[in-house]
Every structure is written in C-alpha cells, then in structure tokens.
T-cell receptor, first 115, second 111 residues
Framework: DAMVIQNPRYQVTQFGKPVTLSCSQT?????MYWYQQKSSQAPKLLFH???????NEADTPDNFQSRRPNTSFCFLDIRSPGLGDAAMYLC??????????????FGPGTRLLVL | SQQGEEDPQALSIQEGENATMNCSYK?????LQWYRQNSGRGLVHLIL?????REKHSGRLRVTLDTSKKSSSLLITASRAADTASYFC???????????FGKGTLLTVNP
C-alpha cells in the first residue's frame, strides 16, 4: 500500500550525539514536511521541501537540518540533541502546497529520547 | 497566529454516545481540517471543510464551520471504543501553505 514510512519508530540518543531520522514515501508527493510534537502539544512544523526547494520555519533552531536526496526520501538531522529535543517527530507529505485542496499524509512518527 | 484551540481538552464518554469537540481559530482561513491521532502514532486525516462550506458529513463524522464565529465542531455519532484518540483541528489561510494545528482533544470512549 502507498504510505509514509518512518524509521526507526523509537530512537534513543545521547545528549549532544548527532542523530538522523528518516522518512520515505511511496505516494510520489512533491511536498514533504517534518513536524515536532511534544507530549500533549500540537504538532509544530519545522520545515518542508517542495521538490528540492527547502523551506525552514523562522523559529526552527539551527540544530535541526534536513536533506531530501530524491522524491521518496527525506531525512531530519539533529546535530547536537539536547534534552528539550525529546519528542515525537512526524513526517508528512502532500501533493502540492495548495492547502485549500490538499490534505497531508502522515507517517507513524519516530519517538526520540535523549539521555 | 491562526492556531486552533480545541475544546474540551479531554472528553470521556460511554460507547454508543455522541462526542462533540470544538475548535476556535483567530484569523481568516481557506479551510479547516480535522485529524485523529492514536496514542503514539501519526495523524490520520478525517475531513476537510472549506471556508465556503457550513457542514460536511463523512460516515459517523459531522463537521460544521461557522466563519463568523471562527469556530468549528466535530461530532462523532454512536461512538466506539476504537474512536479513542486525540483529535486535532488544523487551519490554513490566505497564501499560507502551512497547516497550523490546535492542541487537540483527547477522547476516551469507554466500552
């Protein structure tokens, strides 16, 4: 089935140790998003790619980077994780940026624990 | 900010009862969407209602939108234990591509 896949589902890292989360999609969507969701909070958009164009949200810390080597894959790199970065990270896709018509398709998320 | 605010924050009902969740937002919108999130999982899109629509149905779901009050409601009829989840509203408006999510309502349906 076409879907958005995130690996791993759970990731444990050490304070300050770089970590990479991955997302892949079989929907052939142009847009891929990364959200951060802390416990009992709303998902917060970190950045998105429209094709190869990267768009960072103004309040996304520099500690967070992303790569999209091809249409199917997108990575979230956290260069120096702090305790405050422990959260669920959600990847999502949409066909276009026309939110008036588009819905977003979410992966199951990766829960990051920072020790 | 367009951020939606859901009300109530938590709702507990018995199986078979109806559940109503409300969402309020601050600025004009193109559409409002409702998503469900099971514990520890990703979000699943439920329904999208455009700013020129007032009501929309999908199975046991009924969504209303009142743009004059900047509010929406999600009604789940004949609830089931499997409906237990968090429900989020999300808005987008103007030329803004972003979906802005509210904090969600945690619905618990007791068997």
């Amino acid at each position: 089935d076409a879907m958005v896949i995130q690996n791993p589902r759970y990731q444990v890292t050490q304070f300050g140790k770089p970590v990479t989360l991955s997302c892949s999609q079989t929907l052939n969507h142009n847009v891929m998003y990364w959200y951060q969701q802390k416990s009992s909070q709303a998902p917060k958009l970190l950045f998105h790619y429209y094709d190869k164009d990267f768009n960072n949200e103004a309040d996304t810390p520099d500690n967070f980077q992303s790569r999209r080597p091809n249409t199917s894959f997108c990575f979230l790199d956290i260069r120096s994780p702090g305790l405050g970065d422990a959260a669920m990270y959600l990847c999502a896709t949409s066909r276009s940026l026309r939110q008036s018509k588009e819905t977003q398709y979410f992966g199951p998320g990766t829960r990051l624990l920072v020790l | 900010s367009q951020q939606g605010e859901e009300d109530p924050q938590a709702l507990s009902i018995q199986e078979g009862e109806n559940a109503t969740m409300n969402c309020s937002y601050k600025t004009s919108i193109n559409n409002l969407q409702w998503y469900r999130q099971n514990s520890g999982r990703g979000l699943v899109h439920l329904i999208l209602i455009r700013s020129n629509e007032r009501e929309k149905h999908s199975g046991r779901l009924r969504v209303t939108l009142d743009t004059s009050k900047k509010s929406s409601s999600l009604l789940i009829t004949a609830s089931r234990a499997a409906d237990t989840a968090s429900y989020f509203c999300a808005t987008s408006g103007g030329s803004n591509y972003k979906l802005t999510f509210g904090k969600g309502t945690l619905l618990t349906v007791n068997p």
